[in-house]
Structure formats: C-alpha cells, structure tokens
C-alpha cells in the first residue's frame, strides 16, 4: 500500500498537448461565442503527478488532465451544467449555473485515496483562475480513459 500511496505522489503523467499559439490565444480570455459561457478547466498542484484523470461535461468527454494543463471549452449560458471527474471510488461531480458571455474557471485537484488517488472539482474566483491558467498549458481534448 505504501508502494501505491508514493505513486500518487511522485512521476509525471502526460497527455497530449495542444499547440503553443492555441495555448496563447485560449490565455487571452476573450468573451465567449454568443448564447455561451466559456470554461477553463485545469489541474495545477503538485500531488499525485503520475495520475491522469478524466474531465466530463454534461457526459461528454473534455479530456484527460495531467499535471500544469487545461482545456478550454464553451457551455450553453443560462443553463445548469455537471462537471465530473474520475475519482477512487466514484465520480466527483460539480454542477455549475452558467451565465452566457461569461468565463468560468473549474480546478481539478488531486487527494490522497485508499488505494490510489481521487479527484475533486472546484469553481475559483476568475481572477485567481485567470491567474493559474496563464502558468499551464492546454491539452489536447478529446481523449477519457473509461467510456461513459
């Protein structure tokens, strides 16, 4: 157990990265397409660097978070959405009223598990979001491990 417990806690997990200029142009946090919200959605602490862990929205697959990365994406405004993340035992889900022609910043942590890592979500004020965003990298989305 201890073996699996250190796991969680030391590596480095990688997904595939978007471009750097995609990257940037996501970092200028314009307004989103009209009708929209935009979400940031992003994992920047430093435990458990070997995992990789699914993001959904609304049941559909964003992608797969390794350490330092977000992704990008635009939601209906004016409507309820669930944000999960795969977790030890079950998903960790996060439901979000968004206002069209907002930004939303969504961070993904990591908690110490029985066996291996769980996953959490959590809404972060937009200037603090904004903040973090600037110092990661967007991911390729697209990809989940477990199918829905």
């Not at 994992?43 to 978070?65: F, H, I, P």
């Not at 598990?113 to 996953?119: E, S």
């Amino acid at each position: 157990m201890v073996a699996v417990a250190s796991l969680t806690l030391v590596g480095c997990a990688s997904v595939n990265m978007a471009p750097k200029e995609q990257s940037e142009k996501a970092k200028q946090f314009v307004t989103p397409s009209a009708g929209n919200a935009g979400v940031y959605l992003y994992r920047d602490s430093m435990v458990g660097q070997a995992l990789k862990k699914d993001l959904w929205v609304d049941g559909k697959c964003v992608g797969e978070t390794a350490p330092d990365v977000f992704f990008y994406t635009e939601v209906e405004g004016a409507k309820s959405h669930k944000f999960d993340t795969e977790s030890e035992f079950s998903p960790n889900t996060l439901e979000l009223t968004t206002e069209a022609g907002r930004n939303y910043f969504i961070r993904q942590y990591i908690k110490i598990g029985v066996f291996v890592g769980g996953a959490a979500l959590e809404l972060i004020p937009e200037e603090q979001g904004k903040t973090a965003v600037r110092k990661l990298n967007m991911a390729v989305p697209g990809k989940c491990s477990a199918a829905r």
